[in-house]
C-alpha cells in the first residue's frame, strides 16, 4: 500500500462516521471486503481504486496526484439504499480532507452507477455505487 492510501482511507472513512446525514442512517464503514456479514445498511470504499497518476498542476502546485476511490452502500430496501447513496454523494462530493503526512485532499464526482438489487446469500438487497476522483495535493 502507498505511504498516503492508508491515511487517506482513514480521512475518508472519518469523513462519512462523522456526517450528520450519513450518520442519521449508518455509522458502519467498512474498508471493501472487510465487513464480515454486517448489520444493513452500511457502507463500503476502495481506496485507491487504481494506481496514482502524475500530473502537472500548476507553477504553484507542481504535483498533483490523482486516484480514483469507490464507495457502495449497502441497504435492505430500495428507499433506504437511495437515502444513503444520496446522503453519501452529499458528503463526498467536492468533500476537502487533510490526509495524515500528505496534505489535503479534494473529492470530485467521477462515475455514478446508480442503485441496483442483488441477491447476497439468498436475500435481495440494494447496492449503490459511486467513483470519485481524489486529487491529492503536496
Known amino acids: 500500500m502507498a505511504d498516503w492510501a492508508g491515511p487517506l482511507a482513514t480521512a475518508v472513512r472519518n469523513l462519512l462516521i462523522t456526517d450528520e446525514a450519513v450518520k442519521a442512517i ?10 464480515d456479514n454486517p ?3 452500511y457502507i463500503t ?8 497518476q502524475e500530473y502537472c498542476y500548476a507553477v ?9 476511490l469507490q464507495v457502495d452502500v449497502w441497504a435492505t ?8 447513496y444520496d446522503a453519501v454523494f452529499a458528503c463526498l462530493g467536492k468533500a476537502e480532507v487533510t490526509v495524515s503526512g500528505w496534505g489535503t485532499a479534494k473529492l ?17 438487497i440494494w447496492r449503490g455505487m459511486r ?8
Not at 452507477?113 to 436475500?123: A, L
Open 60 to 68: 504553484s502546485d507542481p504535483q498533483l496526484n490523482i486516484v480514483r
Open 26 to 35: 449508518t455509522t458502519r464503514v467498512y474498508p471493501m471486503g472487510a465487513a
Open 39 to 41: 448489520a444493513y445498511p
Open 108 to 124: 470530485f464526482p467521477d462515475v455514478a452507477g446508480g442503485v441496483i438489487s442483488e441477491e447476497v446469500g439468498g436475500t435481495k
Open 131 to 138: 467513483r470519485y476522483w481524489v486529487m491529492l495535493a503536496q
Open 77 to 84: 430496501t430500495y428507499t433506504g439504499a437511495v437515502a444513503l
Open 45 to 52: 470504499y476502495v481506496c485507491p481504486l487504481t494506481d496514482r
